[in-house]
């Protein structure tokens, strides 16, 4: 039988990952996002005053409404007439990307991401991981590759974030307009470390740190929150890269792990995975298909990160060896990298 080689990705065109660098940095330099759709400005007059309001959704099918100035604040009417007319810009740009398949998330992320980045969340070191990190990292590294969508936001931190005043979790959700409640994971601790939309599709949004105990409570003071310990996310979230993820009509600048770490912790993660085989096979996809990406761009940075590795998550990886070479029969210099990492 005739044995037909897949790829596990393809590359954007040039133009098209220009395109997206372009966004990325006019998006990266305008300072804070208008959250929602771009909107429109509307007078409205009483009182013997006329106001300015910029009417919104700020989620889908919910309609809002901002005061933006007094009637003959001309600079100020100005400089929202430009911040609509670049959120507009915008929105166009992500549609077109989107058409093009980069990768894409829905509305309700764009509205969590957007209210943490203007809250400066990132800038003070939250970094986006799981399967939205790996879409952002995909459109990074300008490769097509199918993706499965996700009803989870992972959001972690290595260290203390450094922010100028608390930035309580839940209520920072809930300023979104979506209705988020928590999730006790010990009720009768009254612990959470994450929050979700209703429905059985409800959006659920999880804070996670590097724990020696997998699920073990982590506080994290500085959010009035706690988070759920992972193991050796502590190599996983070191030295974070600013980066990009696009959702609903919006580009919003995020931190991400470094893309080789990221490839070997979903390998590892992957091998933990007991009893949910269809989430260790997605584990083990992005990891290999990120491997494959990397090996275009990078190879040698998954030497690297292979090294930095703590030898107890290692050790976790080597078992899959066999598996993982059988689905690269169309990277064999990908093969190479793991005989030399993995079959010691």
């Known amino acids: 039988m005739l044995m037909v080689e897949i790829a596990l990705f393809r590359e954007h065109e040039l133009a098209f990952r220009t395109q997206y660098a372009e966004l990325k940095e006019r998006v990266t330099a305008s300072g804070n996002i208008l959250p929602g759709t771009p909107g429109t400005l509307v007078r409205r007059a009483g009182t013997g005053y006329s106001y300015w309001y910029r009417v919104f959704y700020p989620a889908p099918g919910k309609q809002s409404e901002d005061l933006v100035c007094k009637d003959g604040d001309t600079d100020t009417l100005q400089a929202m007439r430009e911040s609509i007319a670049f959120s507009a810009w915008v929105c166009a740009q992500v549609s077109n990307l989107r058409k093009l398949g980069f990768q894409t998330a829905d509305k309700a992320v764009a509205r969590v991401l957007v209210e943490l980045h203007n809250r400066g969340a990132f800038e003070a070191g939250l970094v986006l ?191 899959l060896y066999g598996r993982l070479v ?11 990298i793991l005989r030399e990492c993995l079959s010691r």
């Not at 893309?259 to 083990?284: F, I, N, Q």
């Not at 059988?326 to 190479?336: F, H, N, R, T, V």
């Open 129 to 319: 991981v799981g399967t939205l990190g790996y879409m952002a990292w995909l459109n990074e590294l300008g490769a097509m590759a199918v993706s499965a969508r996700t009803l989870d936001i992972d959001l972690a931190r290595r260290q203390r974030l450094k922010l100028a005043a608390p930035l309580p979790f839940l209520t920072t959700l809930q300023a979104t307009g979506l209705p988020f409640a928590s999730i006790p994971a010990l009720p009768a601790k009254g612990v959470s470390t994450s929050v979700k939309l209703p429905g059985v599709q409800g959006l659920r949004v999880d804070v996670l740190a590097p724990g020696n105990t997998l699920g073990a409570i982590v506080r994290v003071p500085e959010l009035n929150w706690a988070a759920q310990g992972i193991p050796h996310y502590d190599y996983l979230l070191k030295e974070p890269e600013p980066g990009a993820l696009l959702a609903g009509g919006h580009c919003i600048p995020v931190r991400l792990p470094q893309a080789a770490r990221l490839v070997w912790h979903k390998l590892y993660s992957s091998s933990k995975r007991h009893g949910v085989p269809e989430k260790a096979a997605k584990d083990r996809r992005q990891g290999l298909v990120l491997a494959a990406v990397l090996l275009e761009t990078d190879p040698q940075a998954l030497t690297r990160a292979f090294k930095a590795a703590p030898k107890a998550m290692t050790k976790s990886i080597v078992p």
């Open 326 to 336: 059988k689905e690269l029969d169309a990277y064999p210099s990908l093969q190479e």
